[in-house]
């Protein structure tokens, strides 16, 4: 390993976006697929304990103190007691997996409505023989209910939420798999299904008329939010069907400008947000490759790109040195430099800079910048300096695994071929070496490790090939921060 004194290192403390990470995973269902779907979870999520169950009553009895995510099918359901499976199991979620094509687009009201049964859920999915199985959903349904737990405790760790409001279990089965996997352990998901629930969530108020600029910042979790996805007509008191989704939009766009707003919607009435909105057709071929490029470049999970008041994208930042020589630029008192720091001065306004790096790991540089509000020269002044100040610290920021400092990346190949990968585990599932390696300015090979769960020497061999890859391409093209 490379030496370092002890007095020229910086720790690294690793954003962990949920503290409480699902323990244990209980399935009691009717359905075969999803029983044999227990052996998806143990293989994608190795950390985690799967109880398959065939009795009702050993359910309902269930006990644990870990996180755990019950799932159920429609004929389940019904014949546990889902009060006391709550009342033993303080950190627990319940999920329906529902073979019901009425509960599969119908709004929470009508399906409770018809099927009682299903308001003992905390999360309901749809599945069927065809697109939705079991197996594709269950790792998603078990996601799903990791961030219900840690959103409901409201951890004091900073939080990234996309929060999506649709009111079909059908449409939330589709799109979720593809969302976790572009996220990757960087952010939680939350479901609404109402205007209502939705309201509560982002400014903990019932209507409109008490949201006030005071009390939506310290209530609610808006704040929190880095990705609006919403349909535009779901349930608003006794509308079923209304357009609440319009009314919702404005409101984001109003007290939380900073927050990019995808609309699922095929309907016509999504073409009026067509100017301040990402356009999302439901079931369009190509639509969710779409998505996730503009996921990557405008919530902060990506590179930070840079675009003038019509969208043409200017610059494209990808990591901290990309961001420090934009910022030169705008300090020069030229054309370009002055229109560059108006640009600048509006992403600051809308807290993008914090945003991107937050995403990225630079928490504590993120909590400094993120109450300012200079402008013009001011703002690139500030951002260069706490930026500079970073940078400098990059290379005494280490990785330490068992013991083990890591600076470089031949450290981190050599570390992942001689340690124990019970001691590498945990660094992997909780996106702490992608979290390191994107500090570093490795991105790209951050997002290559992102999905990567396992266990033994597999692990261990496969992350080390990965990173011996991106070594090579890095120096080859000289790209290495």
Not at 280 to 297: F, N, V, W
Not at 320 to 342: D, P, Q, W
Not at 384 to 400: D, Q, W
Not at 415 to 420: E, P, W
């Amino acid at each position: 390993m490379a030496a370092k004194t002890a007095t020229s290192e910086f720790p690294f403390v690793p954003r962990i976006i949920n503290p409480l990470k699902v323990g244990e995973a209980v399935i009691f269902a009717g359905e075969a697929r999803i029983r044999e779907s227990s052996q998806i979870l143990n293989e994608s999520m190795p950390w985690l304990k799967t109880e398959v169950f065939s009795n009702p009553r050993s359910v309902s009895d269930y006990t644990s103190d870990q996180v755990t995510v019950f799932v159920f099918d429609d004929t389940a359901l019904p014949l546990v007691d889902c009060e006391k499976i709550r009342a033993n199991n303080s950190d627990s979620v319940v999920v329906l997996l529902s073979a019901n094509a009425f509960v599969h687009c119908s709004p929470p009201q009508a399906a409770q409505k018809r099927y009682p049964y299903t308001a003992l859920a905390d999360l309901i999915f749809a599945y069927n023989t065809k697109d939705l199985v079991p197996p594709l959903l269950i790792t998603s349904v078990v996601r799903a209910g990791e961030d219900l737990i840690n959103i409901r405790k409201s951890s004091m760790v900073r939080r990234f939420i996309f929060l999506v409001v649709d009111d079909e279990p059908r449409w939330l089965s589709q799109f979720l798999p593809t969302l976790y996997k572009i996220i990757g352990q960087r952010a939680d998901v939350m479901v609404t299904r109402t205007y209502e629930e939705t309201l509560q969530f982002l400014f903990a108020v019932d209507e409109e008329s008490r949201i006030g600029s005071g009390h939506r910042r310290s209530h609610g979790h808006a704040d929190d939010v880095v990705c609006l996805i919403a349909d535009i007509f779901f349930p608003r008191g006794n509308q079923l069907d209304s357009d609440a989704g319009r009314d919702l939009i404005h409101l984001i766009t109003r007290h939380y400008p900073r927050i990019p707003v995808i609309v699922a919607s095929k309907a016509k009435e999504a073409g009026d947000f067509k100017n301040a909105a990402f356009l999302l057709p439901k079931g369009d071929p190509g639509s969710l490759e779409k998505l996730r490029d503009y996921i990557l470049d405008f919530s902060g999970l990506g590179d930070f790109p840079i675009c003038d008041k019509d969208g043409n994208e200017l610059h494209r930042i990808r990591n901290i040195h990309g961001l420090y020589e934009i910022l030169s630029k705008a300090e020069k008192n030229t054309r370009a430099g002055r229109e560059l720091r108006k640009i600048l001065e509006s992403y600051g306004q809308k807290d993008k800079f914090s945003t991107w790096l937050y995403m990225h790991s630079y928490r504590e540089l993120a909590d400094v910048l993120r109450p300012q509000r200079s402008q013009g020269r001011e703002l690139i002044s500030l951002l260069k300096k706490h930026l500079k100040e970073e940078i400098v610290r990059l290379n005494a920021t280490p990785l330490t695994i068992n013991g083990a400092k890591v600076f470089n990346l031949q450290d981190l190949v050599n570390l992942l071929r001689t340690v124990s990968p019970d001691k590498i585990q945990p660094f992997s599932d909780n996106d702490i070496i992608s979290s390191w390696l994107d500090r570093k300015g490795y991105s790209e090979l951050a997002e290559e490790l992102r999905p990567i769960h396992g266990s033994g020497a597999k692990l261990n061999e496969t992350l080390a090939s990965i990173v011996e890859k991106w070594q090579k391409l890095y120096a080859r093209k000289g790209a290495a921060p």
